[in-house]
């Protein structure tokens, strides 16, 4: 075993920098993810869990070049979560994002022919309810919708409530999580993909992550989704506009 | 419409600030020592204070919104600080002393605002003001501010170019929100207090500022309560009063009213505890007091449409 000397723990989150990795070199068109595994070998499990975290975002890569989800990397997406079970949520609102990011992921396996679409879950509260810091840190865990093609509650809540998405991200900067920052500024890239002028300007908020976040690889796809993101917006792309 | 419950806490957050304040100065803490000259070696401690007590208490006249005890209050401080600088004999020596100076003018601005006037200190500024010495000194964008209120306030007849000050801020630039720092906050607070003369005229800010202030403030005053700076987190709830519609709602009313104490004084922070030395908790929260006098003061008297008063 490569980790053999490393606790699970290091293990499993070397594996999601290994996945997040090489769905960014997708992203910037150098082969897909599945490529992370041996044809017909036994993919080992720290990876599959990987595999399973990053979710949808598996899929940007194909997303993002205008075409359907990869077949390769769909069946190893769908594969991880056969094989690997949800993660228990430490509370009611954990459970809605998970289930939240499970049908993104789902969604995006149907269109790949793997027929396990799981239903939609109940909708999330908003910034009215939980005030905008808290649903802003939400929608930063559920940052894995923010893809071209997706489309739902979930979206509709992010272009309704854009500025708090703006205020949490401008919150997560001074507190120095960047991380969150990322997730927020990708969600704002989004609603700017869907015509929508965000009221903060999101290219030094990506360059000022990229320079003092933490570097990770994970982090890296959430800058690089949004700056993909932030492209479609420009008008010369034809591309830009809401996704069915 | 602003909530009734922000109303009712920031009327009771600013009254209990200004009987806190009240009862010390009664009591003769904050005097300026009688050997005093106008050159202050240390002017931080009673002499700045004094001008901020009078700042708190003539706005607290204008506004007319305090009820009788609350407005008894704010006279009798104002003229307890009116005689602390000897009738305003204190401000025109020192400026007579230091042409460049701007505290003296800075203070009496405060002291005119309710009508406490000095003649020959009229004229020394008007004098002044006519010197390009006076415009020229270096100063942060924010400063300059203080300074062309305070001559609006005593209505010399010099004419600031607004427009170009307030380009010289750094809310002038409408900068990256996430870029602020405690003491840049600071600063921001105090070119809406200038710009606006307190809350006096929202108007007087421009549209592009009150726009990023509306977009950002939540976020600014959220991270400050979150590490418990109260002195800094009342100024941005004065500022919220001050542009008009306020923003931020109930949860730093909430929060800055849980930490006040029952005698009416607020902690700057919550890092350092109270002192349980009388003089020492006042010299450390005198600020605080004030800022949440202005504060309770000037989101109640916008909300009732009281600046009327003020014109």
């Known amino acids: ?244 | 419409m602003i909530d009734t419950h922000v109303l009712a806490t920031a009327q009771r957050f600013g009254s209990r600030a200004l009987t806190w304040l009240h009862a010390a100065h009664r009591d003769g803490l904050g005097r300026i020592p009688d050997n005093t000259v106008v050159d202050l070696a240390t002017p931080n401690d009673a002499y700045k204070p004094l001008g901020e007590l009078a700042l708190a208490a003539s706005v607290v006249l204008r506004d007319g919104v305090a009820g009788p005890a609350g407005t008894r209050a704010a006279r009798e401080l104002l003229d307890y600080a009116w005689e602390q600088l000897r009738e305003g004999d204190l401000l025109y020596e020192r400026q007579l002393r230091h042409v460049t100076m701007s505290d003296p003018l800075e203070l009496y601005g405060h002291f005119a605002r309710a009508g406490y006037r000095h003649p020959a200190l009229d004229d020394l500024l008007e004098s002044i003001g006519r010197l390009r010495a006076a415009h020229a000194i270096e100063i942060q964008g924010n400063r300059r501010l203080a300074i062309a209120n305070a001559r609006r306030l005593i209505g010399l007849s010099h004419q600031p170019d607004w427009a170009a000050l307030t380009a010289g801020t750094w809310l002038g630039a409408l900068p990256e929100p996430w870029a602020v720092e405690w003491e840049i906050a600071y600063q921001n607070t105090h070119t809406v207090f200038h710009l606006t003369d307190w809350g006096a005229h929202p108007e007087g800010l421009p549209e592009p500022i009150r726009d990023y202030l509306h977009d950002w403030l939540p976020a600014w005053l959220d991270i400050w309560l979150e590490i418990g700076q109260w002195d800094l987190a009342v100024e941005l709830l004065m500022v919220d009063a001050c542009i008009g519609e306020p923003i931020t709602g109930r949860q730093g009313w909430d929060a800055l009213a849980a930490v006040q104490r029952a005698d009416g004084l607020v902690p700057r922070d919550a890092n350092d505890p109270v002192s349980d030395d009388r003089e020492e908790a006042f010299r450390e929260n005198q600020h605080t007091a004030v800022v949440a006098v202005l504060a309770g003061d000037i989101t109640l008297a916008r909300a009732l449409g009281a600046d009327a008063a003020a014109a």
Do not use: C, K, N
Not at chain 1, 137 to 152: E, I, K, Y
Not at chain 1, 209 to 231: H, N, P, Y
């Open chain 1, 1 to 244: 075993m490569p980790f053999a000397e490393t606790s699970l723990r290091e293990q499993y989150a070397a594996a999601v920098e290994r996945v997040a990795g090489r769905t960014l070199d997708a992203l910037r068109g150098g082969g897909d993810p599945a490529a992370l595994v041996e044809p017909d070998a036994a993919v080992p499990r720290p990876l599959l869990a990987a595999v399973r975290l990053l979710g949808a975002d598996l899929l940007a890569p194909s997303l993002f070049g205008g075409g359907e989800p990869d077949p390769a990397t769909a069946a190893l997406l769908a594969e991880a979560r056969r094989v690997v079970p949800a993660p228990a949520p430490p509370s009611e609102q954990a459970a809605l994002v998970i289930a939240w990011q499970d049908w993104a992921a789902g969604r995006l396996l149907v269109r790949a022919g793997h027929a396990e679409a799981a239903p939609r879950p109940a909708p999330l509260p908003g910034p009215e309810d939980l005030g905008w810091q808290a649903w802003s840190v939400r929608m930063s865990q559920l940052s894995v919708l923010a893809l071209p093609t997706l489309d739902g509650p979930v979206h509709d809540a992010a272009l309704a409530h854009a500025l708090a998405l703006a205020r949490g991200t401008v919150r997560s900067m001074l507190r120095r999580d960047l991380t969150t920052a990322a997730r927020l500024a990708r969600w704002l890239a989004w609603t700017e993909a869907e015509g929508r002028r965000s009221r903060l300007d999101l290219e030094p908020v990506l360059d000022r992550i990229a320079l003092a976040g933490d570097g990770s690889a994970r982090t890296g796809l959430e800058l690089a989704l949004a700056r993909r993101l932030l492209d479609r917006a420009r008008p010369s792309d034809a591309e830009g506009g809401r996704a069915a």
